[in-house]
């Protein structure tokens, strides 16, 4: 079962900011944390950023570029994309994780293209 659902991608120039959205209805109240992967056409899946237990980390190639913050009210993590690159391009996933109730599947991701 699919928990988080993916949403704000598109097509972006350099240097150019998106917002993604992760919603995971239920993440808050059951204590989960939420973590962005991302899939470059053609590669595997890597860890972006991971918000939870009022903790944030990145990985190196966006720290200080992106920010992931959220809203307990709407269930809802962000993932604020500045100064994009073209090697950002990819699917992004984000992934509900923590205790025996934050458990769901990946879900379809929201396309990310950084291109002039």
């Known amino acids: 079962v699919v928990r988080q659902v993916e949403s704000g991608g598109g097509l972006v120039q350099p240097g150019g900011s998106l917002t993604l959205s992760c919603t995971a209805p239920g993440f808050t109240s059951d204590n989960c944390g939420i973590m962005w992967y991302r899939q470059p056409a053609g590669k595997e899946r890597e860890w972006v950023s991971t918000k939870a237990y009022g903790m944030e980390r990145y990985s190196d190639f966006v720290t200080g570029r992106f920010t992931i913050s959220d809203d307990p009210a709407k269930d809802t993590v962000y993932l604020q994309m500045n100064s994009l690159k073209p090697e950002d391009t990819g699917l992004y996933f984000c992934?509900?994780?923590?205790?025996?109730?934050?458990?769901?599947?990946w879900g379809q991701g929201t396309q990310v293209t950084v291109s002039s």
């Open positions: 992934k509900i994780f923590g205790n025996a109730r934050c458990v769901g599947d």
